[in-house]
């Protein structure tokens, strides 16, 4: 029922990362974070009635440890409402869902240049020193 509040902070998400997806990527996101079956997971912050942000997390196993692990793949906060801690707040609940699934850590990756982002997560985790390398299939 709230695919109408999460839509356009979905789409005002891809938009931030300058990206377009296929609105067939779009409906299988949405499904898989409704499918119990699926090990991806969405939570949201409300306002006054209205969803203001969005987390996206997605668990699984690791070959470093018997635990599995939680992947913050996507925040977002609306823009009229940032500065009000929605962002830690999310945070924070994706840590307790992770704790509570057994997990041994959460992580996540932004862009060098999200600076307002990354003063937020410099004071919720731990910056690491890895670097991603990627190539599209």
Not at 10 to 24: A, E, G, R, V
Not at 97 to 110: I, P
Request: net charge negative; proline share 3%; charged share 20%.
């Amino acid at each position: 029922d709230d695919y109408e509040f999460w839509l356009p902070l979905w789409q005002n998400y891809l938009k931030f990362y300058d990206t377009q997806l296929p609105s067939s990527t779009t409906q299988n996101t949405w499904h898989s974070l409704l499918d119990s079956n699926v090990p991806i997971y969405g939570f949201g912050a409300w306002q006054d009635d209205k969803l203001v942000g969005i987390t996206h997390v997605v668990l699984h196993p690791t070959t470093w440890s018997s635990m599995a692990c939680c992947y913050l793949q996507d925040l977002y906060v609306d823009e009229s409402v940032r500065g009000q801690s929605i962002g830690r707040i999310l945070i924070e609940g994706v840590y307790n869902f992770a704790d509570e699934k057994g997990c041994n850590h959460v992580y996540w990756k932004t862009q060098e240049s999200n600076t307002d982002a990354r003063r937020l997560y410099d004071n919720v985790a731990s910056l690491t020193d890895m670097v991603q390398y990627r190539k599209n299939l």
